[in-house]
Each structure stands twice: as structure tokens, then as C-alpha cells.
């Protein structure tokens, strides 16, 4: 039987190149938010654990890692949506994920000024907001349907609230500043009670 002419089997990659990869991101992300995005790539590598050889073999250039640490908090930031609500009451979801935002924009502040030298970071952008969106649309619309929050909630309202909070802070202290905040706009999202006699 001949196979002449076969594609060739794309290969997964193996469990412990994965590992290797996903221990360079954590590495990374822990190397920027103590030092800058100007860490070398050798002390990421060292945090991670592996030669440098290995790290350019996952990411051959800096704008490799830096695009692929945003790209996973985004990702993890977009899929948190699903499983909170699998988890808690629509409200409460919704209230937590605006706070894992935060989380999100720390690691964001830290390598913006890496991530705007990016070729394509424009698209990168584009993309990364559209997954964003789509999670706070959805958590709204639970929030809203459930009577947890009121009818009337504009997701890319709530949206601009959060970059207003902590990407439009720079004060030392704005991320305890932005919790606050986001406290604040649950409070004033939940439906008004009617009185007994109304």
C-alpha cells in the first residue's frame, strides 16, 4: 500500500514542551510585573526554569512573549465569564469578573509600552477587545435576565467604567481605589426595591 502524496500527521506538541511553555509565560509575566518589560529574556528563562535556548525555541523574539502573556490574560479574563456563571448567581459573576479586570490591567499597565511596539498591535488589540466585550455582554445579559442587576445595563457602558477605574488611574494606589469602585457600581447597578405600598 503506498502513501506517496499523504499529508504528514500534524504533530501535537509533546506535554512537557507545554509545560515548558506555560512555566515561560507564568515566568515572564512574574519577571515584568517586578522588573519592566526591559527584563532579559535570560532572567525569564531562569525563572522558568529552563535554559535560554529553550525559551527562544517557544518564543525566538521578545514581542513573542510579550504577545503571548497578553494574549493569556485575555484569554483566561474572556473565559472566566463561562465558568463563574457556572458557578455563582448571574450578580455576583458579573461582580467578580469586574474584579478579575483588574487583575487583567495590572498586567496590561506593565507591558503596554512593549505591547505598542508590537507589529500588528493594532489587530492584536482589535481582537483582544472583542473577546472582552463579548465576556461582559454576556454576564450582563445573565445579571440583567436574572433581576440581579437593572434591565436597562449597557455592557460597553459598564465597559468604559472599568478603563475609567484602572486603565485612566495612575495613582500609586489604584488598584484597592478601583475595587472600591467597582463596589460602588454594583451597588448603583442592582434594580431599585419598590416600597410596600407601591
Known amino acids: 500500500m503506498s502513501f506517496e502524496g499523504a499529508a504528514p500527521a500534524a504533530r ?12 515561560l509565560i507564568d515566568a515572564a509575566k512574574a ?17 522558568a526554569g ?13 514581542d513573542a512573549i510579550v504577545e503571548a502573556v497578553y494574549r493569556r490574560e485575555v484569554r483566561q479574563l474572556a473565559e ?18 469586574m474584579r478579575l479586570f483588574v ?7 506593565v507591558i503596554a509600552s512593549a505591547l505598542g511596539a ?14 472582552i466585550i463579548g465576556a461582559m455582554s454576556l454576564l450582563v445579559r445573565r445579571a440583567a435576565d436574572s433581576g440581579d442587576i437593572r434591565a436597562d445595563a449597557d455592557p460597553e457602558d459598564l465597559l468604559r467604567a472599568l478603563v475609567g477605574f484602572t486603565y485612566g488611574n495612575a495613582s500609586p494606589g489604584w ?12 451597588d448603583g447597578l442592582r434594580p431599585a426595591r419598590r416600597s410596600a405600598g407601591s
Request: net charge positive; proline share 6%.
Open 31 to 47: 519577571a515584568f510585573a517586578d522588573k519592566g518589560p526591559d527584563v532579559s529574556l535570560e532572567e525569564i528563562a531562569r525563572r
Open 12 to 23: 501535537k506538541p509533546r506535554a512537557d514542551a507545554e509545560r515548558n511553555r506555560e512555566r
Open 103 to 109: 487583575d487583567y490591567i495590572a498586567t496590561k499597565k
Open 50 to 62: 529552563v535554559g535560554i535556548g529553550t525559551l527562544y525555541r517557544h518564543f525566538p523574539t521578545r
Open 175 to 186: 488598584q484597592p481605589s478601583a475595587l472600591r469602585l467597582i463596589d460602588i457600581l454594583m
Open 118 to 131: 508590537i507589529v500588528g498591535g493594532a489587530e492584536l488589540y482589535a481582537a483582544s477587545g472583542a473577546q
Open 80 to 97: 472566566a465569564a463561562t465558568r463563574l456563571l457556572e458557578t455563582r448567581p448571574p450578580g455576583e459573576a458579573l461582580h467578580e469578573w
